[in-house]
Nanobody, 122 residues
Framework: VQLQASGGGLVQAGGSLRLSCAVS????????MGWFRQDPGKEREFVAT????????SYADSVKGRFTVSKDNAKNTGILQLNSLKPEDTAVYYC????????????????WGQGTQVTVSS
């Protein structure tokens, strides 16, 4: 399974970004997906997760109400919509996939994308 994340960039506080994660090598509907982020020198932090079907989602408290995770099984693509961005959201964002669902730990995921940088200026 290969994952390719894209869509990061530089945005002002209050702005929005749309991150995409293209998945290949396995039927996407058989995979749950997670999003994590990491600052240099810090541990990788859970952001959001979505079930195999896309019907069930879960978010970290710090992003709840601002970020939305979705999954298009027909296009083999996962999406993380980032709204009302804050400077503390600045990090490298990673998408990950697993045959399990609803994992919130990095160890719950076997497959990882390369990460995309999100920078929010104040």
């Amino acid at each position: 399974v290969q994952l390719q994340a894209s869509g990061g960039g530089l945005v002002q506080a209050g702005g929005s970004l749309r991150l995409s994660c293209a998945v290949s090598g396995r039927t996407f509907s058989s995979l749950g997906m997670g999003w994590f982020r990491q600052d240099p020198g810090k541990e990788r932090e859970f952001v959001a997760t979505i079930s195999r079907s896309g019907r069930h989602t879960s978010y970290a408290d710090s992003v709840k109400g601002r970020f939305t995770v979705s999954k298009d099984n027909a296009k083999n693509t996962g999406i993380l919509q980032l709204n009302s961005l804050k400077p503390e959201d600045t990090a490298v964002y990673y998408c990950a996939a697993s045959f399990w669902e609803n994992g919130i730990l990095p160890s719950d995921y076997r497959y990882w994308g390369q990460g995309t940088q999100v920078t929010v200026s104040s």
